[in-house]
């Protein structure tokens, strides 16, 4: 099965709803480009609101009979969800590299099985519930709890890991007996689409629905009344909105936003070498769009020049290029507006700052950004304060743990940070103080299904993957029985 209509223009993405592949109601389109050519390659439907609607009411119809489903019945579903998707790899692999720039080994190697993994972790997940003992807490009443789905969920997705994040939010919600309906951002939507066709093949129909387009679609998604819940990955801003829709109808909402993790490195590092190159590369790995990168090194001040010479020789010798290159770390940026931001930063760099490798485009086709990094950045600095969303890797120096902690805390947002010590006692000390809901020791990006992934302050709230990520799309009832004579 093809995804696009092959027309004699270019071809044409379609939405997937109540298990088919359907074409909008919508008479507007988007083009979809080509990262690395910055050329479109396929036409995406700019949905409305009669295709919202139809979404909903497919997943609204899927609800009762899903919902009603076992835990047993949704697993085994859900591993087979998993088998599909690594029968089916290479289709995803390639829906999602084109569309993204993304080197297909990399993709290969880190995503598409991992993808396949956390369906597996919800499948386990969904049958392990567990909660309070029932129990007579008053007399001749005994009290039971219930973990119940939440409803219809209306869920949207970014352009940096359009496969990954949409499996972080639909694999919870399935699991949990909700329905979905998903909106994919609009530059990416192709992997998205893909997958549903995969996971349709599998589940009944209508329990998870796919509907192409742009904000104002994602703008009625998130304020549907049919919506029982909606959660958002994206910017705080995208997030502030989402919580200020959903506020009007007091639906559930869980957002995971924006990120400047902070790199603490003392000067006890027994291999800063080593340590550079691992910060390089969980800095810069997916052109930094990633709000858990590696983006913004603290380092002691009396190892600084040491450090940041094996950063820079690191950075400087990682190598961006296309899909096939099986050598790149990394490809494009996601388009022309963020090539655009990422360039407008180091433009309006401040005279003390010094970009020490990289701060340029690379070539003149496509998106691609040079490894970037920029030492002498203060507490203030723009390039320090917002997510630059890019192959940019700012550094500061600290003198003590105190000011390590203050620079550290001292943005808005929350979400992910790193901590670089041989003394176990620092470790523990500094990464209790750091304010950010996913804090790593001597590494920095690793993730795995069983822990959660979720951020405080402007970061957002909720959290993905875990047993903490599915109780988020349950609700908690208490149902108590008279048991007297």
Request: net charge negative.
């Amino acid at each position: 099965m093809t995804t696009p209509v092959e027309t004699n223009e270019l071809p044409r993405l379609r939405n997937y709803v109540g298990g088919e592949l359907v074409e909008a109601k919508s008479d507007r389109s988007s083009d979809v480009i080509d990262p690395c050519t910055g050329e479109i390659y396929l036409k995406a439907p700019v949905s409305g609101s009669e295709d919202v609607d139809a979404a909903y009411a497919a997943a609204t119809a899927a609800f009762e009979s899903w919902s009603q489903a076992t835990p047993g019945e949704r697993a085994n579903l859900l591993l087979k969800v998993a088998d599909a998707i690594d029968a089916r790899a290479e289709e995803l692999n390639e829906a999602e590299c084109r569309n993204t720039g993304k080197p297909r080994a990399r993709m290969a190697e880190d995503e598409t099985p991992v993808a396949a993994d956390h369906f597996r972790f919800f499948a386990g997940a969904a049958r392990t519930l567990e909660g309070p003992t029932s129990g007579e807490f008053l007399a001749e009443h005994t009290s039971v709890i219930r973990h119940e789905p939440i409803g219809v969920v209306g869920q949207v997705t970014p352009w940096n890991y359009p496969m990954m994040m949409a499996v972080w939010k639909i694999a919870p919600a399935l699991a949990a007996g909700n329905t979905v309906v998903l909106k994919p951002s609009d530059t990416t939507p192709v992997s998205t689409v893909k997958l549903a066709e995969i996971i349709g093949e599998v589940l009944p129909k209508g329990v998870f629905n796919v509907v192409v387009g742009d904000r104002e679609t994602g703008a009625l998604v998130v304020g549907h009344p049919a919506a029982s819940m909606v959660a958002i990955t994206g910017s705080v801003g995208a997030g502030m909105a989402v919580a200020r829709s959903a506020a009007e109808d007091l639906k559930r909402v869980h957002l995971e936003l924006g990120g400047k993790a902070p790199v603490v490195v003392f000067d006890d590092v027994k291999d800063l070498k080593a340590a550079a190159e691992s910060i390089a590369t969980a800095g810069l790995y997916n052109a930094g769009q990633d709000c858990t990168a590696a983006c913004r090194v603290l380092v002691h001040e009396d190892v600084h020049d040491e450090f940041v010479a094996a950063l820079t020789e690191a950075a400087a010798a990682t190598v961006t290029g296309d899909l096939s290159d099986e050598d790149a770390l990394y490809g494009p940026l996601n388009n022309a507006d963020q090539l655009a931001r990422v360039t407008g930063f180091i433009d309006r760099a401040p005279g003390h700052a010094k970009v020490l490798t990289g701060g340029n485009r690379v070539g003149d086709r496509g998106y691609f950004f040079a490894p970037t990094v920029v030492d002498g950045l203060r507490q203030d600095d723009e390039m320090v304060q917002n997510e630059v969303f890019g192959p940019v890797i700012t550094v500061q120096t600290f003198s003590d743990e105190a000011d390590a902690v203050a620079k550290a805390n001292g943005v808005k947002y929350g979400l992910s940070g790193s901590v670089w010590t041989s003394d176990h006692g620092r470790a523990m000390r500094v990464s209790n103080r750091l304010d950010f809901g996913v804090v790593w020791v001597n590494t920095h990006i690793p993730f795995v299904s069983e822990m959660p992934h979720g951020g405080f302050k402007h970061s957002g709230y909720g959290k993905d993957l875990s047993v903490f990520g599915l109780h988020d799309y349950l609700r908690v009832k208490h149902v108590m029985h008279y048991i007297g004579e």
